[in-house]
């Protein structure tokens, strides 16, 4: 019974990750990587298929082994999440103390996202 509901769970996060691949504002490589884990306790076949995956699977690895991200990724993820926080600014108009609170999730989201160690070339 665990298996399949790391299956499903693992083919959920496949999907949301296929989808961030396509969409804007989407993350695709941390649903990928909560795919590989728990294919990693379901299906060795498809664990495998995300580690070797061509575009994918060098990030999914290298998270795995290092924690790494890459630095291209890193100055996309703070881009995206400082063009999101924007578009939220100027499309919400939100109250001081909510722009403030966002602000601060967005930056500590940021901050462990600079933190974590570059993949090596």
């Not at 924690?67 to 939100?94: N, W």
């Amino acid at each position: 019974m665990t298996r399949a509901i790391y299956l499903f769970l693992g083919l959920g996060f496949t999907a949301l990750g296929v989808v961030g691949a396509f969409l804007p504002l989407m993350p695709t490589t941390v649903f990928l990587i909560l795919a590989a884990a728990c294919f990693a306790r379901s299906s060795p076949r498809l664990e495998a298929w995300i580690l070797d995956h061509k575009t994918f699977g060098p990030l999914v690895r290298g998270w795995r082994e290092n924690g790494a991200i890459p630095r291209k990724a890193k100055i996309m993820a703070c881009a995206g999440m400082a063009g999101g926080f924007v578009v939220f600014f100027v499309g919400a108009h939100p109250r001081p103390w909510l722009a403030l609170a966002v602000a601060a999730g967005l930056g500590a989201c940021a901050a462990f996202v600079v933190s974590r160690p570059s993949a090596p070339q």
